[in-house]
């Protein structure tokens, strides 16, 4: 199924017949992404009195509760409400999902005893490109991604230089393959999650930084549509669905 997007003064022709998801799934399971020294996710039946919500136990339906952590089990969305006073919804500030990204591969550089992402980095990386989403994959890129607990493992973080960088290149979508693009421990301070959404200049509200994706060896770096799907949570963070379209000409 082949369509050409118009965007801008460009046409975008991709195969909607051939998404690449960049998700990563929540299951209720120890092997779970993890994070934030929470414990694993659980999607369980609904028990009244001596029913169980589950048909392998007498039920007509399964009928399951979950509960789990938008930043902590998976691929999310946020927007600025994750780090301002005022609860801003995602919900209420991603209203198109459609974006022209580009994926790029960045091998973590040292920094004071930290991995992180450097502006320099970003700069080889995009070049002159605009672009209205970014999407990173961090090496090295192997599917332990998709299970690894990270609390307590100081992972790579974004420097503030970077995140400025991406803002000031006029990138609206953040989508990366860390449980944050900030530091784990950093006594709130979270320079780069500040910086990319302007907190102490017009707030970008309509900016948005997707973290947990995953995006698979075979992708290769280069232009995409992205389409940004998000389960519609009021709240500054929803699990997400990005998946990309491999730009064919
Ligand atoms: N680095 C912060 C904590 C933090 O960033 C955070 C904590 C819980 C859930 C999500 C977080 N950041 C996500 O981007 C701190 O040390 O206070």
Request: neutral net charge; hydrophobic residues 40%; contains cysteine.
């Amino acid at each position: 199924m082949i369509t050409t997007i118009q965007y801008k003064s460009r046409k975008l022709k991709i195969d909607l017949s051939k998404p690449l998801d960049i998700s990563i799934p929540i299951q209720s399971s120890k092997h779970n992404v993890g994070a934030w020294h929470l414990t694993e996710p659980r999607i369980e039946p609904v028990t009244m009195d001596d029913w169980v919500g589950s048909v392998s136990k007498g039920a007509a339906v399964n009928f399951n509760n979950i509960w789990f952590n938008p930043h902590a089990h998976g691929t999310h969305t946020e927007c600025v409400g994750h780090i301002t006073e005022k609860v801003h919804s995602i919900n209420k500030h991603l209203k198109t999902f459609f974006f022209f990204a580009e994926v790029v591969t960045v091998a973590p550089e040292e920094f004071a005893g930290d991995f992180v992402i450097s502006k320099k980095q970003l700069q080889f990386a995009l070049g002159n490109k605009k672009r209205d989403a970014i999407v990173i994959r961090t090496l090295p890129n192997m599917r332990d991604k998709l299970s690894k607990q990270y609390s307590n493992t100081n992972p790579t973080y974004l420097l503030e230089e970077a995140a400025i960088y991406l803002k000031e290149k006029g990138i609206k979508h953040l989508l990366i393959d860390l449980p944050s693009i900030d530091k784990e421990k950093d006594d709130g301070n979270l320079l780069a999650h500040n910086a990319f959404w302007n907190t102490k200049g017009k707030l970008r509200l309509d900016a948005t930084i997707t973290e947990f994706i995953f995006v698979p060896n075979k992708v290769e770096d280069g232009m995409y549509v992205l389409n940004l799907q998000i389960a519609s949570f009021e709240n500054d963070a929803t699990p997400s669905k990005p998946v990309l379209y491999k730009i064919l000409e």
